[in-house]
């Protein structure tokens, strides 16, 4: 995913969202620059599926940060569920940790493939699987990581995490099924706010809408509070139907909601739509700005259950991504089941049925990136309300 956000240290940040913001940092993975690793055609090693396959699992613990590690501990709790939930594939699951360090997850690559994997789950941050994908190339060893960021999707690199561009395409999809189709977009000035844009761009190119603009503002609360004047008036000017937020709860997004509402921004007239989970911090529903306002989750009975099963078996609630590590054993051992030597290759791995995930139905894009289910909710009298359910399979409404 995206770099730890300087929105957790905007002076003067409302107290209620900043115990939000140390866990959510961590979530938003390290960005940068980075390169996808060459094209690796169909490429994967060939594998005896009926011996247990060697997953290596690189997590980002031996850090010496406590949410690190934590998260660390629950993407290979879940990888184990995953692994006990099995039928017809064996998986020797071997743990590696990176801590967030990309030249150790290309060592600990490496030192993996030496070990006999056939295939590698993790790392966490992008810097760490574009490294990792580099180091497995020699070997046309695929790389699934719990990243979102597309730049580094590719070659024998597979992002597992929720990107923008899926989550964009189905908000988009889902509004102009509701007659909304003037838009405009509002982004924090980062890396990630600007892949946000671009996804929200892309998404309303292909749905026919109509992008009326595109307004940023530097990412303090400062910068914020400066722009809001001018961004209040292109919102009101420019007959938008709705208004798109690149930014989080846990960052700018609840000054910035507040900042507008405050200047005469109407939000039945112009509701927001966002590209990250509102829910993540309650208090939040509870704004003025974000009231009719739409973002997409997975499906929340399928989640719910992946979560409530988690706690019972360890005792504490997984960490947000831990379902990634779920997803990815369930893919690998889906395909290991099949019975073909050629399971982990490229093609395999991006085969237009997919997967079954904690969160539903996902495939992996021939591109390296993902398509997921996505439910959409909108926030209505301070409570998320499921407008769309996410889908259960592919071809249906929603994909």
């Known amino acids: 995913?995206?770099?730890?956000?300087?929105?957790?240290?905007?002076?003067?940040?409302?107290?209620?969202?900043?115990?939000?913001?140390?866990?959510?940092?961590?979530?938003?993975?390290?960005?940068?620059?980075?390169?996808?690793?060459?094209?690796?055609?169909?490429?994967?090693?060939?594998?005896?599926?009926?011996?247990?396959?060697?997953?290596?699992?690189?997590?980002?613990?031996?850090?010496?940060?406590?949410?690190?590690?934590?998260?660390?501990?629950?993407?290979?709790?879940?990888?184990?569920?995953?692994?006990?939930?099995?039928?017809?594939?064996?998986i020797d699951l071997r743990?590696?940790?990176?801590?967030?360090?990309?030249?150790?997850?290309?060592?600990?690559?490496?030192?993996?493939?030496?070990?006999?994997?056939?295939?590698?789950?993790?790392?966490?941050?992008?810097?760490?699987?574009?490294?990792?994908?580099?180091?497995?190339?020699?070997?046309?060893?695929?790389?699934?990581?719990?990243?979102?960021?597309?730049?580094?999707a590719g070659g024998n690199v597979f992002v597992l995490g929720r990107t923008f561009d899926n989550i964009a395409d189905r908000l988009v999809d889902y509004t102009s099924a509701q007659g909304i189709d003037r838009y405009l977009i509002l982004h924090q000035d980062d890396l990630a706010g600007q892949t946000g844009r671009d996804a929200v761009a892309s998404a309303v190119r292909?749905?026919?809408?109509?992008?009326?603009?595109?307004?940023?503002?530097?990412?303090?609360?400062?910068?914020?509070?400066?722009?809001a004047p001018a961004i209040a008036q292109a919102v009101q000017s420019s007959g938008a139907e709705a208004v798109f937020v690149t930014d989080s709860v846990a960052g700018g997004l609840p000054i910035l909601a507040t900042a507008l509402t405050d200047r005469g921004l109407d939000p039945a007239a112009s509701p927001l739509a966002g590209l990250t989970r509102w829910d993540s911090a309650p208090q939040a529903l509870s704004l003025p700005g974000l009231q009719n306002g739409y973002f997409a989750l997975p499906d929340?009975?399928?989640?719910?259950?992946?979560?409530?099963?988690?706690?019972?078996?360890?005792?504490?609630?997984?960490?947000?991504?831990?379902?990634?590590?779920?997803?990815?054993?369930?893919?690998?051992?889906?395909?290991?089941?099949?019975?073909?030597?050629?399971?982990?290759?490229?093609?395999?791995?991006?085969?237009?049925?997919?997967f079954q995930g904690t969160g539903g139905p996902f495939r992996l894009l021939s591109d390296g990136t993902n398509q997921r289910a996505l439910a959409v909710a909108r926030v209505q009298n301070n409570q998320v309300v499921i407008v769309d359910p996410a889908p259960r399979s592919f071809g249906g409404a929603g994909f």
Request: glycine share 12%.
């Open 300 to 354: 929340t009975d399928l989640n719910a259950a992946f979560e409530r099963r988690y706690e019972a078996t360890y005792g504490t609630r997984p960490h947000p991504l831990a379902g990634l590590a779920y997803d990815g054993i369930a893919a690998i051992g889906a395909l290991v089941a099949a019975g073909d030597t050629d399971a982990l290759t490229r093609a395999r791995l991006t085969q237009g049925s997919g």
């Open 1 to 90: 995913m995206f770099a730890r956000l300087p929105s957790l240290r905007l002076p003067g940040l409302p107290r209620v969202f900043a115990r939000f913001a140390a866990l959510a940092g961590l979530a938003l993975m390290a960005a940068c620059d980075v390169a996808a690793p060459g094209a690796g055609g169909d490429g994967g090693p060939r594998i005896d599926p009926a011996q247990p396959i060697r997953v290596a699992l690189l997590v980002p613990g031996g850090s010496g940060q406590d949410d690190a590690d934590f998260i660390a501990a629950s993407l290979e709790n879940a990888a184990r569920m995953a692994i006990a939930d099995l039928q017809g594939a064996q």
């Open 95 to 152: 743990v590696y940790n990176t801590g967030r360090s990309a030249n150790q997850a290309a060592a600990m690559t490496q030192t993996a493939i030496a070990d006999g994997a056939a295939i590698i789950l993790g790392p966490l941050d992008a810097q760490s699987a574009a490294a990792a994908g580099l180091a497995a190339l020699p070997s046309q060893t695929n790389v699934l990581a719990f990243s979102n960021n597309t730049a580094i």
């Open 206 to 227: 292909q749905n026919g809408g109509t992008l009326l603009g595109v307004e940023a503002y530097p990412f303090s609360q400062d910068g914020i509070f400066s722009r």
